[in-house]
């Protein structure tokens, strides 16, 4: 299994981006993948996720109403849709595929696959 992202880059305050999440794994509709993001010196935060269909989906407080994430399952990407950026959510943003099928865990240690991360630039 193996998930690559991309979408990042760098935006002005109140812009939008579009990440990306692509996923090799002939089992990608069976488990939730999830976004994270880092800056330096912090731990790696629950950004939002998505259960086995969009239908379900998990955010942290500081996004809700700003970012989508949603689901692919014929195409096997997860995309995340990032509004009315902030500064604050500036970082390096990884998505990542749990094995926990009923729930979107927000602990990154519950995730067993991770992609390489892509920089997200918010400027004031």
């Known amino acids: 299994v193996q998930l690559q992202a991309s979408g990042g880059g760098l935006v002005q305050a109140g812009g939008s981006l579009r990440l990306s999440c692509a996923v090799s794994?002939?089992?990608?509709?069976?488990?939730?993948v999830s976004w994270f993001r880092q800056t330096p010196g912090a731990e790696r935060e629950f950004v939002a996720g998505?259960?086995?269909?969009?239908?379900?989906?998990s955010y942290t407080d500081s996004v809700k109403g700003r970012f989508t994430v949603s689901r692919d399952n014929t195409r096997n990407t997860v995309t995340l849709q990032m509004n009315s950026l902030k500064p604050e959510d500036t970082g390096v943003y990884y998505c990542?595929?749990?094995?926990?099928?009923?729930?979107?865990?927000?602990?990154?240690?519950?995730?067993?696959?991770w992609g390489r991360g892509t920089l997200v630039t918010v400027s004031s």
């Open positions: 794994s002939r089992t990608f509709s069976s488990y939730p």
């Open positions: 998505v259960g086995r269909s969009s239908g379900s989906t």
């Open positions: 990542a595929r749990t094995r926990i099928q009923y729930t979107i865990p927000t602990v990154p240690g519950l995730y067993d696959v």
